[in-house]
């Protein structure tokens, strides 16, 4: 197995695989085959989240659950654009005043492992072995395998992209949330920012900006509950120019809307900030 374990490892791996090819967009070289690692590469990724979740019961007040939390990826290519998916570690610090029960520990998810197969673009077009694992379980196997594959690979453009090049890409998945079985639709829209160099390696940089909507019903401790949430997300992300591999990126999300439950309306509002990094 080809392990990469280090940015120095990285960058002097990316120089003997691409050996003088140069950043597309604009310099002479081979053409980028997106997605497409040497079988066995396998790269570490960090991601952090902050999120703060607002929930305002009437007669009850505000309820205010921030989280922030440590997810410890391992990526494998296993194929022609398929990737072993593991998580290996979470650390999570949670201040709820929530009952104990709704969801799983995020801690539940350390061991969950399973295969994604991407397509030229970096959609999924099969995934399995995610099932089994009670954190995944809980929130769905197409949803945990859709959402890990949107923050570990960057969606693009037949052909990959140019500077000021702009794409966009719409799409709906099935998503549980403390127990509501919702659909979440999104869309996104992308622009090539820029060429750089990142720690020696020929690289692009990708803003992102999205308008997502949840909504779906379902049964929360023996209450049925209709759930209704909008909101949007910008970000940046920095980008392997041949390969299409993440090397790091950024984004901030907001999402607000309502909870129907016995007769009430709960206001419900989310913000969150996430960042990947490679370890």
Same mark, same amino acid.
């Given at each position: 197995m080809t392990r990469i374990t280090s940015a120095r490892n990285l960058a002097a791996f990316a120089a003997v695989l691409l050996l003088a090819t140069a950043c597309a967009g604009g310099m002479a070289g081979n053409r980028p085959t997106f997605h497409t690692w040497p079988s066995g590469t396998t790269v570490t990724y960090e991601?952090?989240?902050? $999120?703060? =979740?607002?929930?305002?019961? #009437?007669?009850? &007040?505000? $309820? %205010?659950? #921030?989280?922030?939390?440590?997810?410890t990826f391992e990526v494998?290519?296993?194929g022609p654009r398929t990737f072993e998916m593991t998580v290996v570690d979470v650390v999570s610090e949670a201040v709820s005043d929530m009952p104990a029960g709704i969801a799983p520990e995020a801690t539940e998810l350390i061991g969950a492992s399973g295969t994604v197969t991407l397509d030229a673009?970096? =959609? =999924?077009?099969?995934?399995? &072995? /995610?099932?089994?694992?009670?954190? =995944? *379980? /809980?929130?769905? !196997? %197409? !949803? /945990?395998?859709?959402?890990?594959? $949107?923050v570990l690979f960057q969606y693009l453009p037949e052909g990959g992209p140019a500077v000021g090049q702009e794409w966009s890409r719409e799409y709906t998945y099935p998503f549980n949330m403390m127990g509501i079985a919702l659909d979440f639709s999104n869309e996104d829209s992308y622009v090539c920012l820029e060429e750089l160099?990142?720690?020696?390696? #020929?690289?692009l940089r990708i803003g992102s900006t999205t308008s997502n909507a949840m909504s779906g019903g379902g049964?929360?401790?023996?209450?049925v509950m209709d759930m209704a949430l909008a909101g949007s997300s910008e970000g940046?992300?920095?980008?392997? !120019?041949m390969t299409g591999m993440i090397l790091e990126?950024?984004?901030?999300?907001?999402?607000? &809307?309502?909870?129907?439950?016995q007769g009430m309306d709960i206001p419900? *509002?989310? %913000?969150?900030?996430?960042?990947?990094r490679r370890k």
């Amino acid at each position: 197995m080809t392990r990469i374990t280090s940015a120095r490892n990285l960058a002097a791996f990316a120089a003997v695989l691409l050996l003088a090819t140069a950043c597309a967009g604009g310099m002479a070289g081979n053409r980028p085959t997106f997605h497409t690692w040497p079988s066995g590469t396998t790269v570490t990724y960090e991601m952090v989240t902050n $999120q703060t =979740v607002m929930i305002s019961i #009437p007669g009850g &007040g505000d $309820q %205010e659950m #921030p989280t922030t939390s440590s997810m410890t990826f391992e990526v494998t290519a296993a194929g022609p654009r398929t990737f072993e998916m593991t998580v290996v570690d979470v650390v999570s610090e949670a201040v709820s005043d929530m009952p104990a029960g709704i969801a799983p520990e995020a801690t539940e998810l350390i061991g969950a492992s399973g295969t994604v197969t991407l397509d030229a673009n970096g =959609v =999924v077009i099969e995934n399995s &072995g /995610f099932e089994g694992n009670s954190y =995944v *379980d /809980f929130m769905g !196997a %197409e !949803a /945990f395998a859709e959402q890990s594959v $949107q923050v570990l690979f960057q969606y693009l453009p037949e052909g990959g992209p140019a500077v000021g090049q702009e794409w966009s890409r719409e799409y709906t998945y099935p998503f549980n949330m403390m127990g509501i079985a919702l659909d979440f639709s999104n869309e996104d829209s992308y622009v090539c920012l820029e060429e750089l160099t990142y720690e020696g390696i #020929p690289a692009l940089r990708i803003g992102s900006t999205t308008s997502n909507a949840m909504s779906g019903g379902g049964e929360m401790m023996g209450t049925v509950m209709d759930m209704a949430l909008a909101g949007s997300s910008e970000g940046t992300t920095v980008i392997d !120019a041949m390969t299409g591999m993440i090397l790091e990126s950024d984004a901030t999300i907001t999402m607000g &809307g309502g909870i129907s439950a016995q007769g009430m309306d709960i206001p419900f *509002d989310m %913000e969150m900030r996430i960042t990947i990094r490679r370890k």
